[in-house]
Structures are given as C-alpha cells and as structure tokens.
C-alpha cells in the first residue's frame, strides 16, 4: 500500500490478543499460538518500522497473566528470552530502542537480565522506540507513579504545588508522548489495563482477526482506519 498520503500514528500501542484461540481452533496447544504470534510479531514490527512510525507500545504480558497456567507463564517468559537474544541485531539494524514497562517482581531473574541486555545494547538507538510492556498494569504504574512522587514530597525535593502532569509523565514507567492509536486483535474490546494514563485521546481499533494472523495487510487497513477518524481532543 501507498503510505505517501497517509498519516502514521507518532505513538502506537498494540495488544496482541487471541495467541490462545489460534491455537485452540487449530487442535494446537496454546504454546503454538503464542510461538506463531511471535513470528508474526518480527515480521509486522520490521514493517511498521520500515513505514516509519517512530514510537509502539507491545502488551506482551499483563500482571493478571500470572493468574494463567504455570506451565503456560514459563513457556511464555522462556519465548521472551530468546527474542530478545535473538532479535537485537534486526533491533539495531533498524535503529530501535527497547525500553521496558511494568514490575520486576515475579519475573525469573533469567527474564529481566535478557531484558537489562537488550534495553543497555539498544540504548543508544535514535531512529524509533520499542516500549515492550511485561508484567505490566496500568493501575499499577498509577500506584507506582503515586508512591515516586511521594517519595519525592517526603524528601523535599518536590514540593505538592508543583506536582503537575510534566511530574507525573516523567514518574511514570517510561517517560513517551501520548498514545495516537491502539489496535487491539482478536475482536476482544476492552483494555486490560494497557497504558491507561497515556491512552486518554487514542483512537482505539479492534479487528476480529487473531494476533498470529495480523499482517502486513491488515496492517494497511489499520492505518486507513485511523486516516478517517476525526480526533477532536475536546474542541468542535
Ligand atoms: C495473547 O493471546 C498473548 C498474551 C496474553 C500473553 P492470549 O493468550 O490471550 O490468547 P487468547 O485470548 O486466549 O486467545
Ligand atoms: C491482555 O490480554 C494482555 C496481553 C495481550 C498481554 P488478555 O488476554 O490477558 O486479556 P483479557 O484477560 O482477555 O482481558
Ligand atoms: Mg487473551
């Protein structure tokens, strides 16, 4: 498709939703799904790069996953290791920093080293920013937001008046401009407390299709979607 007419999100979120039905419908364990959703997660982010948006947000686990089956939390955290072994060279190529949300607790420490690794070996990156969201919620990054800035009151180096959102953005798990565009798949339409803080003027999307479905095409129809909104940020 012809982007020269388009406009891209600056800021886009994606929450990869419906791995586990794939696979179900396929007579496959949920495992398949979430490897197939992978492959589909390299392909579509060098496309989406390649078009040029310069900021996405991934919900690759939430902090209510953990409530999942062990065997399927472990299979998960072992599929995130290896990507991000695996895929820094396509990163780096790309020029994409990797920058992390969410709480260290509960993650096996294998887990948040392959994490440290790729956001320290990308982090001179200057192209475009890959926000990978794990064991992330968004009321918990309010409440983790909430006990900083105390923190900070308490200490004197902050004093309540000049408590503003400047001070509560730079708070937050990463400091990134405001969400443009949300697609979520697998037809599901709610946020699962993805970004709720900077998800106040997205546009959200949500096709039916399965996340290890969603390509490059469906992609293009996408970004023609968000074409024909009319954001209105509260004014006419
Ligand atoms: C998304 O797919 C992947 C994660 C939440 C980690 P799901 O595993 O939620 O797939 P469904 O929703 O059960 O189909
Ligand atoms: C949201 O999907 C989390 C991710 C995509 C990582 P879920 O499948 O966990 O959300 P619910 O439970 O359907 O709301
Ligand atoms: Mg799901």
């Known amino acids: 498709m012809d982007y020269d ?17 794939w696979a179900t419908e396929r007579g496959l364990p949920r495992s398949a799904g979430h490897k197939a959703g992978a492959d589909n997660l390299k392909k579509l982010l060098f496309y989406i790069y390649e078009k040029g948006v ?10 209510e996953n953990f409530k999942r089956d062990a065997k399927e939390v472990s299979f998960l955290m072992d599929l995130f290791v290896k990507l991000f072994h695996k895929e820094l060279d396509v990163l780096l190529e790309l020029g994409v920093k990797v920058v992390f949300s969410g709480r260290r607790e509960n993650l096996p420490d294998n887990v948040f080293k392959a994490m440290q690794e790729l956001a320290l070996k990308t982090k001179d990156a200057n192209k475009s920013t890959l926000n990978i969201c794990i064991n992330y919620g968004g009321q918990y990054e309010i409440l983790d937001m909430t006990k900083k800035i105390t ?6 180096k902050l004093s309540v008046e000049d408590i503003d959102k400047k001070v509560i953005e730079e708070n937050l798990y990463q400091n ?4 443009d565009f949300i697609i979520r798949t697998s037809g599901e339409m709610r946020s699962s407390n993805f970004m709720i803080y900077q998800a106040s003027y997205a546009e959200y999307y949500f096709p039916s299709t399965y996340f290890p479905d969603f390509n490059e ?9 968000f074409n024909n909104r009319k954001r209105r940020f509260g004014g006419n």
């Not at 990134?176 to 969400?179: A, D, E, F, G, K």
């Open 5 to 21: 007419q388009l406009q891209l999100p600056n800021h886009l979120g994606i929450i990869m939703d419906g791995n586990g039905r």
């Open 54 to 63: 310069s900021y996405v947000s991934l919900y690759a686990f939430s902090t």
């Open 151 to 156: 923190e900070l009151v308490l200490s004197k």
């Open 176 to 179: 990134l401009p405001p969400l």
């Open 217 to 225: 095409q469906e992609f293009d129809k996408a970004i023609v979607e």
